[in-house]
């Protein structure tokens, strides 16, 4: 189960003083990153996978997933957040996937990872419904997901940010959200997604590599 740690020392990240962030320390703390509080840990709602970490904001319908899996060696670098996305709308089964752009992150963009690691971003539109319901239900969504290829301990590590385009108004997400266009983010006084995402990049660290089975 991840923890807060402060709830100050990520406020240098935010340009917006209405949606405070704080450093959650996941995977009992051998990685930490900043996230804006109104995100909360899924874990205490229903089960999360051991390899998973979720946030989310009921309120918004958006979240934030960091997921840590063999690495998949058969997949070059250059196509591999295309891959996992489309990998992700797969298991979703999403009825439509849209890849919008890709391309590899520089050193500084994940400040707390060894220069030279690989990473990249792919972002994309997929139409998906919540688990318990049918097609007649999705949900269109932009998936950003970011892949750190972590070669020495042969894992590939995901960070994927979710944030609703427009809701279905047969989905239980209109019950909370509202169907049709959510209200922008930054129009209500809160980080969009992009910039809750370069947040949790910019604050990524991992304090504790024996997360990953290695001394």
């Not at 979710?162 to 049709?180: D, F, H, K």
Request: glycine share 6%; with cysteine.
């Amino acid at each position: 189960m991840a923890g807060a740690v402060s709830t100050s020392a990520g406020s240098e990240l935010n340009r917006y003083p209405g949606d405070p962030v704080s450093i959650k320390a996941l995977f009992g703390g051998a990685i930490e990153m900043a996230i804006p509080n109104r995100f909360t840990d899924v874990s205490e709602l229903r089960e999360v996978p051991d390899h998973q970490e979720v946030y989310g904001d009921m309120n918004r319908d958006e979240s934030i997933i960091v997921e840590i899996l063999e690495m998949k060696s058969d997949v070059e670098d250059a196509n591999a957040a295309a891959w996992f996305l489309d990998d992700l709308a797969s298991v979703q089964c999403a009825g439509s996937l849209e890849l919008e752009s890709k391309r590899e992150l520089a050193d500084e963009e994940i400040p707390g990872l060894e220069p030279g690691i690989f990473k990249a971003l792919a972002i994309g539109k997929m139409t998906v419904a919540k688990e318990s319901q049918g097609f007649d239900a999705r949900n269109l969504v932009r998936v950003h997901l970011v892949i750190v290829r972590l070669r020495r301990v042969a894992t590939d590590l995901l960070i994927v940010a979710n944030e609703p385009l427009q809701i279905n108004p047969y989905s239980t997400t209109a019950r909370v959200v509202g169907a049709g266009e959510p209200v922008p983010a930054a129009q209500v006084g809160l980080m969009p997604i992009p910039e809750v995402l370069e947040t949790v990049l910019k604050s990524f660290r991992i304090d504790d590599w024996n997360l990953f089975g290695t001394d």
